[in-house]
């Protein structure tokens, strides 16, 4: 049985790598074949999100759309098509329409609410070449959807009655604890270009932390170096080959997010992966994050800047509270979102999706 992974990124995209790639090895181990065909290669995800580089960006697109023509044509070579997100970044579903017109069977798998429309500064220009009602489509001529959460799902169900929910998982043998310095203290944010905005809504909580307490604020993969009055803050690029160190380093994570439709669809993966390292977390109180934290068992909610100085004032002030919250934010990760415990319901969508063939 051979399956081909059409994803939007090469493994320098989080969602790639964590919904797709990680499970590759246990697909193969269970006799599956798979080909993986990725939108924005390794080369053209290092431009992708600079200004400017116009010509180089038209290249590496006009080299992808004609990857997924050939894509196309090969798919005699296939019995299962699985779609993570989309396709083609831009456009109405037109290769998903041709895959599904070829009659190969497809499992769509998607992690965000990417049929809504998203606002962003970063990418507001290419927004206007999206088509996010596109994914209701995908999701129709679909055999099994797979989702990151209610939220999801509850959307998708209107269109198919096989979708599955499966958290984005980490692996809890890479993503572990390891003895931490806290001197200094290392409060830390880790995202990506697109996600940085919502460090404004911290920004005026480090301010005021700042003037009780001695510590780092740590921003990895913000896309540009971010300063804030009063704060000590260090910038690092997000680098794929130390991305799990990241998260070490860090005696705190924090995960702010504005309560907006888009944010109720996020899988929360960021603060699932500050807490497999035993770094407690302290989170905005939207979409899913409400199902992965429980208030002052395995991490702190903060819904106003009240809140959040509160919370992080506690883990700093009370280091057996920070071991306390930590250890219990690994024990979530492990017995709920880490891989092993969800490769099973993951290879059961291909195997129903083989007998339904």
Not at 267 to 280: E, N, R
Request: net charge positive; charged share 25%; proline share 5%.
């Amino acid at each position: 049985m051979k399956i081909l992974f059409i994803t939007p990124y090469s493994s320098e995209g989080a969602s790639n790598r964590y919904r797709v790639e990680q499970y590759l090895p246990y697909l193969r181990k269970d006799g599956f074949d798979y080909h993986i065909s990725s939108f924005v290669s390794s080369e053209f995800y290092k431009i992708i999100y600079k200004k400017g580089h116009i010509f180089q960006k038209a290249y590496y697109f006009l080299k992808s759309f004609l990857e997924r023509i050939s894509n196309i044509i090969t798919l005699h070579r296939y019995d299962i098509v699985f779609i993570h997100r989309e396709a083609c970044p831009f456009g109405p579903p037109l290769f998903e329409w041709l895959i599904y017109k070829a009659k190969k069977p497809i499992i769509f798998d998607f992690d965000d609410a990417i049929f809504l429309e998203n606002f962003n500064p970063v990418n507001s220009f290419y927004r206007f070449l999206k088509f996010p009602s596109k994914t209701k489509h995908i999701i129709r001529m679909s055999k099994a959807v797979i989702v990151a959460n209610r939220f999801l799902k509850e959307y998708a169900d209107k269109f198919n009655k096989n979708v599955y929910v499966i958290p984005t998982c980490v692996d809890t043998e890479k993503f572990n604890v390891s003895k931490k310095n806290n001197d200094p203290l290392v409060i830390g944010w880790v995202g990506s270009p697109t996600t940085a905005p919502y460090l404004d809504i911290i920004f005026h909580v480090m301010r005021r932390l700042s003037r009780k307490y001695d510590f780092i604020f740590k921003i990895v993969g913000a896309g540009e170096d971010i300063f804030i009055k009063e704060v000590k803050v260090e910038n690092f690029a997000w680098q794929l080959s130390r991305e799990a160190e990241d998260f070490k380093s860090m005696n705190i994570g924090i995960y702010p997010v504005s309560d907006t439709l888009w944010a109720c669809g996020k899988a929360g993966f960021k603060a699932i992966q500050y807490m497999s390292v035993g770094a407690p977390v302290v989170a905005s109180p939207v979409g899913m994050i409400k199902e992965i934290i429980q208030d002052g068992v395995n991490g702190f909610l903060a819904g106003t800047e009240d809140e959040w100085v509160e919370k992080i004032s506690r883990l700093i002030e009370e280091p057996g509270l920070k071991e306390k919250i930590g250890l219990a934010a690994r024990e979530t990760a492990e017995n709920k979102f880490s891989v092993k415990v969800n490769v099973p319901k993951y290879l059961q969508i291909f195997y129903k999706v083989c007998h339904s063939r």
